[in-house]
């Protein structure tokens, strides 16, 4: 039996090496390489692109767009790992745990789109409440998350890898600092489109001082709801939604053991793995709650989740590799 040939198109990236290595070694599957001098050949490129049976996009997105229009074999099938295309019409989000029969839409699309890192976590959250009726769909909603510097590209992980290795002079680097003050970060509009919200999220992003893993943080006010639900309503909620997916994992309600001395939600804990685990803290008495998601954003986030999705396109056990 031919094996499904696989071209990685950015693979000298952080998600392409990620994904390379995860695939690397796999008896199922070949991957074919571009040369590094070749990279930039649209003509080379378009050549392997249109020989392969899955081209993954680990690009830019003006890159990545430019790399679909390279397509002329109809066969071929793309996933974008760029946010190019994860809301454009004729794509699949590759998120597979978003609803059911969303695994049916990537096994059958020639076209699917890798979700954003924060958006996995925030859907994760919000979506199932929303799917349940347990918060209106124009109830407003802030996300306050955190990542690693590797989520900033190579740019961000040269600067934050060069002062580690000095750790010296003048110049320091904060432990902590938001960014997106602009408002309409790149991520906001995917988040709005499949969670079911009647409007955007205002959404503050923060990069921290380590490599990789992140948090996503949504806080519910919940008091001027006619009928709060309770926090454990909540919690069976997003529970019952994700029984028995085995990379989206819910913590159970009011068990602290997933916490760094019962008390510390640290944003590293799941590094290495394709899961996401989701956290529901609540207090009814003053009709608050707090749902977070944990995750690797090279992980979930990225590499894992293209991996994933690969597996689903190609009909293979979705765990291969994970």
Same mark, same amino acid.
């Given at each position: 039996?031919?094996?499904p040939k696989i071209f990685i198109d950015g693979e000298s990236g952080t998600?392409?090496?990620?994904?390379?290595?995860?695939?690397?070694?796999?008896?199922?599957?070949?991957?074919?390489?571009?040369?590094?001098?070749?990279?930039?050949?649209?003509?080379?490129?378009?050549?392997?692109?249109?020989?392969?049976?899955? @081209?993954?996009?680990?690009?830019?997105?003006?890159?990545?767009?430019?790399?679909?229009?390279?397509?002329?074999?109809? +066969?071929?099938?793309?996933?974008?790992?760029?946010?190019?295309?994860?809301?454009?019409?004729?794509?699949?989000?590759?998120?597979?745990?978003?609803?059911?029969?969303?695994?049916?839409?990537?096994?059958?699309?020639?076209?699917?789109?890798?979700?954003?890192?924060?958006?996995?976590?925030?859907?994760?959250?919000?979506?199932?409440?929303?799917?349940?009726?347990?918060?209106?769909?124009?109830? +407003?909603?802030?996300?306050?998350?955190?990542?690693?510097?590797?989520?900033?590209?190579?740019?961000?992980?040269?600067?934050?890898?060069?002062?580690?290795?000095?750790?010296?002079?003048?110049?320091?680097?904060?432990?902590?600092?938001?960014?997106?003050?602009?408002?309409?970060?790149?991520?906001?509009?995917?988040?709005?489109?499949?969670?079911?919200?009647?409007?955007?999220?205002?959404?503050? +992003?923060?990069?921290?001082?380590?490599?990789?893993?992140? @948090?996503?943080?949504?806080?519910?006010?919940?008091?001027?709801?006619?009928?709060?639900?309770?926090?454990?309503?909540?919690?069976?909620?997003?529970?019952?939604?994700?029984?028995?997916?085995?990379?989206?994992?819910?913590? +159970?309600?009011?068990?602290?053991?997933?916490?760094?001395?019962?008390?510390?939600?640290?944003?590293?804990?799941?590094?290495?793995?394709?899961?996401?685990?989701?956290?529901?803290?609540?207090?009814?008495?003053?009709?608050?709650?707090?749902?977070?998601?944990?995750?690797?954003?090279?992980?979930?986030?990225?590499?894992?989740?293209?991996?994933?999705?690969?597996?689903?396109?190609?009909?293979?056990?979705?765990?291969?590799?994970?």
């Amino acid at each position: 039996m031919t094996k499904p040939k696989i071209f990685i198109d950015g693979e000298s990236g952080t998600t392409g090496l990620q994904i390379h290595s995860r695939l690397y070694g796999r008896d199922d599957i070949e991957i074919v390489s571009i040369e590094a001098s070749k990279r930039k050949d649209a003509t080379e490129r378009a050549k392997l692109i249109n020989a392969v049976d899955v @081209v993954i996009l680990c690009l830019p997105d003006d890159a990545a767009r430019e790399a679909v229009s390279l397509v002329s074999n109809s +066969p071929v099938k793309i996933l974008d790992a760029s946010s190019a295309h994860r809301t454009a019409k004729g794509w699949a989000y590759g998120f597979p745990e978003l609803n059911r029969g969303q695994r049916e839409k990537i096994a059958s699309a020639q076209f699917v789109s890798n979700p954003g890192c924060y958006p996995t976590g925030f859907l994760a959250c919000v979506r199932p409440l929303i799917v349940e009726d347990l918060l209106p769909r124009d109830f +407003p909603i802030t996300i306050n998350a955190v990542s690693g510097y590797s989520g900033g590209g190579k740019s961000l992980i040269q600067k934050y890898d060069t002062f580690h290795e000095q750790q010296a002079g003048v110049t320091s680097l904060s432990p902590y600092s938001i960014y997106g003050l602009q408002f309409g970060h790149k991520h906001v509009k995917e988040m709005h489109e499949y969670s079911g919200l009647a409007s955007p999220p205002l959404f503050v +992003p923060a990069v921290g001082d380590f490599e990789q893993g992140m @948090v996503v943080q949504v806080p519910l006010v919940l008091g001027n709801l006619p009928q709060p639900p309770s926090g454990e309503m909540l919690h069976k909620a997003i529970a019952n939604y994700f029984q028995g997916e085995k990379f989206v994992q819910v913590a +159970p309600w009011r068990d602290s053991s997933t916490l760094r001395d019962g008390i510390f939600l640290e944003a590293i804990a799941v590094n290495g793995t394709n899961i996401v685990q989701v956290f529901v803290f609540a207090n009814d008495t003053t009709k608050e709650a707090l749902l977070v998601a944990r995750l690797d954003n090279l992980g979930k986030g990225a590499s894992g989740a293209a991996v994933q999705n690969l597996n689903i396109m190609l009909g293979l056990p979705e765990d291969l590799g994970l």
